[in-house]
């Protein structure tokens, strides 16, 4: 025979992509937002990172020595969980609180359910949620100007009324006082005044000159570090652009103050949590849908549950809990929506 034919087992199709590989290049398109922070909130961010980083690495090889498994932390994964902490939280926490959250992260959060491929949830919001839960004031009061800036990213030095604080937190508080106005009669005008200047501060909100978690604030960043992935087709662009416009979308029909369709989409985009949550977290390969639907419908739900909390919850930001609860969603999405085999009814 002049030709011969191989048989060989499945996969056919091989890429040149690995586990370390895509870790590290979703960490290289989270430095510069980390950079970002460090030359806005100061060296300390660097600290807190490296606590983060280094307790979730070692967390990760001492559950993998307790449970007798194979010592495998040089994937990126562990890292790029400490990352994602750090970046969750506000620049002048104590040490012990990243470490804790990094911990419970990874211990709880990823290896209890058996390591890199099994966790439901995505670790880094489940550190970041047992935190919030157990030290909420460390996690919701943020002291650390940005260099050259302000908190809020705006002037409050002649509203009364309006404590200092990060733009969403001077937003639902003067959205709360213009819903109530019969209560709040003599800050009314003052309330008008901090909305208008947060709905002029875009150029602070997308630079980064504002308050927030340490790797939040810069949504040039983020994005610059987002479409890098998008481009490398490590992440796709139905998960960050449906959470993304959605919350848009309903923060426009619902986060006015004058009725319906007179909210400021722009700037609950910009603010807090929503494009690195977008890009960086819900778009986890082990947590987030395998389907197109899926991944559409996920990114719907986490834009809907952000919107609800940050305009009717308990906190003014909701974009970790809003990808959690969607994480635990995925299975169903997957189940539901997954393609019809072919000539199958």
Known sequence: MEKQFYISNSPHITDSDSIPK??????GALVPAGIAGIYFFGWRVLGVIITAVI????????????????????DGSAILTGILLAYNLPPEVPLWLPAVGAF???GVGKMSFGGLGYNPLNPALVGRAF????????MTVFKTAP?????????LSTINGISEATPLNV???ARDILLHKSQFTETVPDAMQALS??????????????????????????LIGGFYLMYRRIIGWKIPTTFILTVGLLTWIFGGTEGMFTGDPIFHVLSGGVILGAFFMATDMVTSPLTIKGRLIFGTGCGILTTVIRLWGGYPEGV??????????????????????????
């Open 147 to 155: 260099r050259g800036g302000t908190l809020s990213g705006i002037d």
């Open 197 to 222: 200047q947060l709905y002029s501060a875009y150029s602070n909100l997308f630079i980064g000159k504002i308050g927030g978690c340490i790797g939040e604030t810069s949504a040039l960043l983020l």
């Open 171 to 173: 937003f639902s508080s």
């Open 104 to 106: 419970v992260g990874i």
């Open 131 to 138: 935190l919030m839960a157990s030290w909420p004031t460390y």
């Open 55 to 74: 307790v979730a690495v070692l967390t990760e090889g001492i559950m993998q020595r307790v449970l007798k498994r194979p010592l495998n932390i040089g």
């Open 320 to 345: 970790s809990y809003s990808i959690l609860l969607m994480n635990l969603t995925t299975p169903l999405l997957d189940r539901y929506t997954k393609s019809k085999k072919f000539g199958g009814k």
């Open 22 to 27: 895509i870790m590290f290049s979703v960490i």
